[in-house]
């Protein structure tokens, strides 16, 4: 397996990581999307066997039971593993009435949330700690200095950042430069074919301040194994036929468009849509790590494929071709005449 440098930052990630989202028993928004303890106990094995040493979760992540269930698998494995959680929603779920400090990037509510995220995961320490969207209602200041708090503690070793607006994210590191606080080293945003938005002002920021990228939800939610048929409804126990809001994203023109491509591709060179959605972004440069999704051995083992894929040159012009979202403006206007 591959690893590559996270950003500016010393930590090496693996090129595969291990998205922790499916597993853990959930009552909220990943209820009947998750894996039994045993599949996951399988998956995470299966994983770090392959070489996929990092592994992403949330406390948020079927209501701290991903944090729980990863912290007993890690017994006698935490050394061989880099850990990455991240603070930000309630743990008690994104619908619950929550306390003012049970959520949010405040220095009360970061440092309650780590130190509950420790006790789950049964670690003195976190590689890498990630605020999971920016907060407005707090001041950057007053977050960065939270996390460099942690990172001086020995609690957390380097800290990142996912779903933040372009500028907030340029404001935090130009204010951990100016305060001397830890810069955030990475971005966890959402990328893939069917998503490229990040590619508006997230990529190019992450290119011009050394930031490593995490891609998250790398199928667009198991949208590109190529499982979903257009016209026909989700197959049943499938994630996008219990997440119908999502499924209503996907279900479009642009998107099936975008799959035929690729399964033209898959086609041509032998290989599976899975493997070929994933092999694309493993080929951005500005990638750090592809945060891969898979409930099942079966599909981690489909998804592991894409470490041996080669993608041609007209390959990749033909998915980039399909997948080209209308960027907007200024984008359009400043790459009519160069890249932006
Ligand atoms: N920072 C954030 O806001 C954020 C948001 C979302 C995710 N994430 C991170 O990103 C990770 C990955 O996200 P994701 O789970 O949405 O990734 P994804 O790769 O887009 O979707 C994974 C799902 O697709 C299906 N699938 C995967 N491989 C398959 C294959 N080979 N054949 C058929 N179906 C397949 C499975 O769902 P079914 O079998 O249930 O259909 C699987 O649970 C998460 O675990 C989490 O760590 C972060």
Not at 44 to 64: F, K
Not at 189 to 217: D, K, N, T, Y
């Amino acid at each position: 397996m591959e690893h590559r440098q996270l950003g500016r930052s010393g930590l090496r990630v693996s090129l595969l990581s291990f998205g922790a989202m499916t597993i853990g028993e959930s009552q909220g928004f990943m209820k009947g999307v998750t894996s039994t303890e045993g599949e996951a106990r399988r998956v995470l094995d299966r994983a770090l066997d392959a070489g996929m040493d990092t592994i992403d979760t949330a406390n948020v992540y079927s209501e701290g039971n991903s944090e729980e269930l990863l912290g007993r698998w890690l017994e006698g494995k935490r050394d061989r593993v880099t850990l990455a959680t991240k603070c930000r929603f309630p743990t008690s779920g994104l619908g619950a009435r929550v306390a003012p400090h049970d959520q949010g990037l405040s220095r009360k509510a970061i440092l309650r949330a780590c130190e509950a995220s420790l006790r789950r995961l049964r670690t003195d320490h976190v590689d890498l700690y990630q605020v999971h969207m920016q907060d407005r209602s707090v001041p950057i200041e007053e977050t960065l200095e939270a996390l460099t708090g942690l990172v001086r503690a020995g609690k957390v070793l380097y800290v990142g950042c996912s779903n933040y607006a372009g500028y907030r994210l340029v404001e935090s590191l130009w204010a951990a430069d100016r305060r001397h606080l830890v810069p955030f080293a990475s971005i966890q945003m959402q990328w893939s074919l069917a998503a490229r938005e990040g590619e508006r002002e997230l990529v190019p920021a992450a290119r011009a301040f050394g930031l490593g990228i995490l891609a998250w939800s790398p199928l667009a939610r198991g949208f590109l194994s190529g499982k979903y048929r257009r016209g026909a409804p989700p197959p049943e126990g499938s994630r996008l036929s219990v997440w119908q809001d999502t499924w209503k994203m996907f279900d479009n023109d642009r998107c099936w468009r975008v799959l035929d491509a690729v399964e033209a591709v898959a086609g041509r060179i032998g290989s599976t849509p899975s493997a070929v959605s994933l092999a694309w972004l493993v080929g951005r440069p500005e990638l750090s790590s592809v945060i891969v999704g898979a409930r099942t051995v079966a599909q981690l083992e489909e998804n592991l494929q894409a470490l041996t894929v080669k993608l041609a040159p007209e390959d990749v012009a033909e998915l980039d071709r399909a997948s080209t979202p209308d960027w907007g403006y200024p984008q359009n206007f400043i790459g009519a005449r160069e890249p932006w």
